[in-house]
């Protein structure tokens, strides 16, 4: 019992990382109907700057200001990169993405060198009692946070003015711009937000065992959660972000003593399963906006 | 209906046959005949570690056709080409490997067998993801397609009697054609330049296939599919078959690049068919020319040679360093290079090296007039 408490609060903890970097896909998508493959490079970036500006204030502090500048960089991408490509195919959009992933990530790299540099997070291994059960505090920190930051942007979307700005441009941005709407605007903040978010996420996976030049990887995991909770759902990313996290969590903790015969680390690939096998079921993900088609 | 043609009217078309000729204009003739010639030539002028690195990017250009008939000409996004590659790798492999050997081994070196073999094991996975593909469309069907690559990935990492595990990895295939061995020195040629006439003869061969597969009823239902799945439905496409048929192509020319691809080095391991190698095939067909022939093979010989044209330019600007010293160091300026063409070529030349000759090519048509 004691073993499966841990598993899962582990795997809520995992899993709230892939919630936050799925909720900036998501955003992303829903201003501009494109999957931006830069986040992986996003969140390295911000793990990266933290471990350099820890030295020199507040880890807190650090994570906040590591959070704005990444916000800043993707604006500064969508400004560059993403901006005059508005009207081509969503594809190629994407594509642009994935080149800009690889020059950040190449650039972030030159600062990582070759060495783990470790992030400097004040929970360490402390664990706290949960229930009962020892959990570290880290785990707790990383969900707490997550639906503390999540909470936040819902209350954003759903009260403020500029939310609904977005909610207008996701629904029609045609529309919306005749409204008054600046849809740049929308874009360049929902880059903001996925960048900062990115950046969270980014501290929180490397408390772990710091940062090195293959922490990107963990990034890429948010691709089948964003599926798997349906392109469009900003609710469906973060229950599905947290879904995979602990099923992910179960199998790396019972897998080896149920099926041997898979490998050790078949965790590394359930949540691609978990995707594929429900997408043969429900193609547009759980939450997601079946797609009406029409000539 | 065969049509006759006009002397210095070189566009004119007297019947539809001639305007869908393979080779529609006379320049066309010329400049293909040229362009095999200089290519059979090679051999005997350049050194044998650039042909080694030309024979790449021949291989490589037939990946990225086969990539370019899914992706360019049915519009379907796929991330998983690398999936399908390590699949044909390892069927080659397997049937030419040794049968005493670490690995799973058939020992039939017979080039044509492990080449068909590798080519249809690798068409048979695409049709088999197909299915799921055709019910998906655009960017889901691209993150899907990408969780292959970690399955493989996966997969090939843990089966080590089959892939010699990560950082040992196998023997790549032995070609042997009709018991003519070609990866030894010969009496006449090199063991590069036998592989590299290997390697043009068969990009030829795979180009003129794929050429005539996209030129016929089926390139030109793939075409529909790609442009308005709704609207080929509506006049008589079936696209399930249609997407399937290209998924099956598609992934036969990804087999066959895997089967050859590693004779060149003679060894590869597991860890090699990653979300890289399928982000090359996808730049090679976006730097070369979506939805054409000559752009992939453009593309694909680009995107080899890049490495070696990085190397060059310590000497050219003096802030790069080599692997050694401080600063920038190539293989950054590498990695680098390879997202910025990406993204300079999609705001800049959609149509990619393609659409610059055929900038070029119009210039000089109407030359000296601009128009």
């Known amino acids: ?295 | 209906m065969s049509g006759t043609r006009l002397w210095g009217r070189p566009e004119l078309y007297t019947s539809y046959r001639q305007d869908m000729a393979l080779l529609n204009t006379g320049p066309k003739k010329v400049f293909v005949g040229v362009l095999l010639l200089v290519g059979l030539g090679l051999p005997f002028l350049v050194q044998d570690d650039l042909l080694q690195l030309l024979a790449t990017g021949c291989v490589a250009a037939i990946g990225a056709i086969g990539l370019n008939i899914v992706t360019g000409y049915a519009g379907q996004v796929s991330l998983g080409h690398a999936f399908f590659i390590a699949i044909g790798a390892y069927t080659a492999a397997a049937l030419s490997g040794d049968p005493d050997g670490g690995t799973i081994g058939f020992g039939i070196t017979s080039l044509p067998v492990w080449l068909l073999a590798a080519g249809l094991t690798a068409g048979l996975a695409g049709l088999i993801v197909a299915p799921l593909a055709a019910r998906l469309r655009g960017l889901y069907l691209a993150i899907v397609t990408l969780g292959l690559v970690f399955i493989g990935l996966y997969v090939f990492r843990e089966w080590t009697d089959l892939t010699g595990g990560p950082g040992i990895g196998r023997q790549a295939a032995v070609p042997d054609l009709f018991g003519y061995r070609l990866d030894v020195d010969g009496t006449f040629f090199t063991r590069s330049q036998k592989i590299y006439l290997l390697m043009l003869v068969l990009l030829v061969i795979f180009a003129l296939l794929a050429r005539n597969l996209v030129r016929s009823r089926t390139g030109r239902a793939l075409a529909a599919v790609r442009d308005r799945d709704i609207a080929a439905a509506v006049i008589g496409v079936d696209l399930t078959r249609y997407k399937m048929i290209a998924f099956a192509v598609s992934s036969f020319y990804a087999g066959v690049t895997g089967a050859l691809l590693y004779i060149i080095t003679g060894n590869f391991v597991p860890e090699s068919f990653d979300l890289l190698m399928s982000v090359q095939f996808i730049a090679m067909i976006l730097i070369g020319g979506v939805a054409t022939i000559s752009g992939s093979i453009m593309g694909a010989l680009f995107i080899t040679l890049l490495p070696r044209i990085t190397r060059e330019l310590p000497a050219v600007f003096p802030f790069i360093g080599d692997a050694s010293g401080g600063g920038i160091t190539v293989y950054q300026v590498e990695a680098i290079l390879y997202g910025l063409l990406i993204i300079l070529f999609l705001i800049f030349e959609p149509r990619g090296l393609y659409g610059i000759w055929i900038r070029i090519r119009n210039y000089w048509k109407a030359w000296p007039f601009s128009y």
Do not use: C, H
């Not at chain 1, 899993?15 to 992303?28: D, H």
């Open chain 1, 1 to 295: 019992m004691t073993e499966l408490i841990q598993s899962v609060m582990r795997g809520l903890g995992s899993g709230s990382v892939y919630a936050l970097l799925a909720f900036g896909f998501v955003i992303i998508y829903k201003s501009m109907g494109v999957i931006s493959f830069a986040q992986p490079a996003l969140m390295l970036a911000g793990a990266v700057l933290v471990t350099y500006l820890v030295s020199g204030m507040n880890f807190y502090l650090a994570v906040i200001v590591a959070a704005v500048i990444v916000a800043l960089l993707g604006v500064g991408i969508e400004r560059t990169a993403i901006r005059p490509m508005i009207g081509k195919p969503v594809f190629v959009i994407s594509i642009i993405t994935l080149g800009i992933d690889v020059v950040v990530r190449e650039v972030v790299n030159g600062f990582i060198g070759l060495n783990v540099r470790p992030i400097g997070d004040p929970w360490q291994l402390d664990t706290r009692m949960v229930f009962g059960v020892e959990v570290q505090v880290r785990y707790l920190a990383m969900f707490a946070t997550t639906m503390v930051l999540v909470g936040l942007l819902f209350l954003f979307f759903r009260y403020s003015r500029m939310g609904l700005a977005m909610r207008a441009a996701a629904f029609d941005q045609e529309v919306a711009l005749a409204q008054g709407v600046s849809v740049g605007g929308v874009f360049a903040l929902s880059w903001a937000i996925a960048g900062a978010l990115a950046a969270v996420a980014g501290v929180f996976v490397s408390t772990e065992a710091g940062v090195d030049q293959n922490l990107w990887i963990v990034a890429l995991k948010a691709l089948p959660v964003i599926i798997l909770g349906g392109l469009d759902s900003l609710g469906g990313a973060v229950v599905a972000g947290l879904a995979i996290g602990v099923v992910e969590s179960l199998v790396g903790t019972y897998g080896v003593d149920v099926a041997p015969w898979l490998g050790g680390e078949f965790a590394l690939v359930t949540p691609y399963l978990v995707m594929m096998l429900v997408l043969l079921v429900r193609p547009f993900g759980l939450f997601g906006t079946r797609e009406v088609v029409r000539i």
